[in-house]
């Protein structure tokens, strides 16, 4: 498809997507098997066109506080699920509101609260809704929660006390690999909870895992998935084999995946907030997925942080590059910057 295609083409392409083309199945099948590095390379300039035409060189920044370890699930992708032994931290009020004190006076657009299913803040969510407002108090941020699945009511009051984003990802829209990634858990109530969030006012993000028993097929499946509920924001991450769980022993793919996943999100959600984390790869990465057409930086925590991250390459490294100066200084060298919180603000809809 973009093989033959020259410079000329390629500008045509991003011209269609921004005059509102829509990529057919066909489209995406040839898309999604690109594997020659000339017709990526096509690949990403076109989606970074889109890109630059809704966001120039500014990019939001999200700063992320995983602030309980603890799950009752046992998703086989990840870390954290039940049955895993490590060692865990569950993060109180005290600590929250140190960590906003380190992030004041940075760039960042926004909070990301995120934990595991812990039954602690799920059994009480009055606790987890203390936590928001703590948050709220102190940087007046726009607030992100990635609680996992919550009750409709549980959500309302979370959105009426200061979250304004749920990420709720889905991590594949093909229903037979999600069994055998999220175990036990309801393929519909997740769903569900991000549209009925969305309908009371939250903007939500969705995301998929790639690297895992997806093919062609079931990627195209999880677009199309995606594409369903129109999420604001969407993400697609690499699978990192995790110490400890059933899928330990599987064999990491390199990253290409992510990239190319990307880009076409770009060209699907040519307007929409999609994410670079540092949690895969650090900052070099970030550079990476900024350049396959990616506008938010993910995972950003202050400097000297111990927190986690849900893949987190840095575990056992002593120099984590992920704090908001770094990363600012990086986006720098590359020519794009951080956008006004208004800009932000406007997305998410909160009157600055
Ligand atoms: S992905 Fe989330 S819900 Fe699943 S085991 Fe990990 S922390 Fe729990």
Do not use: W
Not at 8 to 15: G, I, K, P
């Amino acid at each position: 498809m973009l093989n033959d295609m020259t410079q000329n083409d390629l500008d045509n392409f991003a011209e269609g997507i921004l005059n509102g083309l829509k990529l057919s199945d066909d489209d995406l099948r040839e898309l999604v098997s690109i594997n020659e590095k000339e017709e990526l390379e096509k690949l990403f300039y076109i989606s970074r066109k889109v890109r630059d035409y809704f966001f120039g060189n500014k990019v939001f920044l999200y700063s992320f506080v995983y602030f309980s370890t603890y799950c009752k699930n046992r998703c086989a992708f990840c870390y954290y699920r039940e049955s895993n032994d490590i060692e865990r931290y569950r993060l109180d009020i005290r600590e929250v509101r140190n960590i906003c004190r380190a992030l004041k006076g940075e760039d960042i657009h926004m909070v990301d609260l995120t934990m595991g299913e812990d039954p602690y803040f799920h059994d009480n969510p009055e606790r987890f809704i203390d936590l928001v407002k703590t948050v709220k108090s102190e940087l007046d941020l726009p607030i992100m929660i990635s609680p996992g699945v919550m009750d409709n009511e549980v959500l309302r009051e979370l959105n009426d006390n200061g979250a304004n984003f749920l990420a709720l990802y889905q991590e594949t829209h093909d229903r037979n690999l999600y069994k055998k990634l999220r175990v036990g858990q309801s393929f519909d109530d997740r769903v569900n909870a991000r549209k009925f969030a969305k309908s009371i006012g939250y903007r939500v993000e969705d995301g998929i895992l790639t690297g895992i028993g997806d093919d062609v097929e079931s990627t195209i499946l999880s677009l199309r998935g995606m594409e369903e509920a129109s999420p604001d924001m969407v993400r697609v991450m690499t699978f990192v084999p995790q110490e400890g769980t059933p899928l330990e022993g599987t064999i990491q793919r390199s990253n290409i995946s992510e990239l190319k996943i990307l880009a076409i999100l770009r060209l699907m959600f040519p307007d929409r907030l999609i994410p670079a984390s540092l949690d895969l790869e650090g900052i070099d990465g970030m550079v990476q997925r900024l350049n396959a057409g990616a506008n938010v930086v993910t995972s950003i925590i202050p400097s000297n942080s111990s927190l986690e991250g849900v893949v987190n390459y840095d575990r056992d490294l002593k120099e984590r590059d992920r704090d908001p100066k770094s990363v600012v200084k990086r986006l720098r060298e590359m020519g794009m910057e951080p956008a006004s919180q208004s800009d932000f603000n406007r997305i998410v809809g909160v009157v600055s």
